[in-house]
């Protein structure tokens, strides 16, 4: 398996719309067992603000660098969000 770039290039750690608000949320930094956590603002008030939550993970569709991906779902105005 290949390594993610540590620090992780800008690209990565902020979102493209305007403003480029900040996406990487925690980054370990370990080079055995690295941890990411992404998400933005406005999905970090939803899920804060949801009554009700998912989550998912997989391992066969994960990209190159990552081993397991998980992710956290919120339903909201009854659209999964």
Known sequence: MQTIPNPLPEPYT???TEGSEPFLV????SETARLLVFASGTCLNLLGGAK???MDGTHS?????ICVSFRLYVLTFACLV
């Open 14 to 16: 902020t979102t493209t």
């Open 26 to 29: 925690y980054d370990n930094g």
């Open 61 to 65: 569709t994960s990209p190159v660098y």
């Open 52 to 54: 009700v939550g998912f």
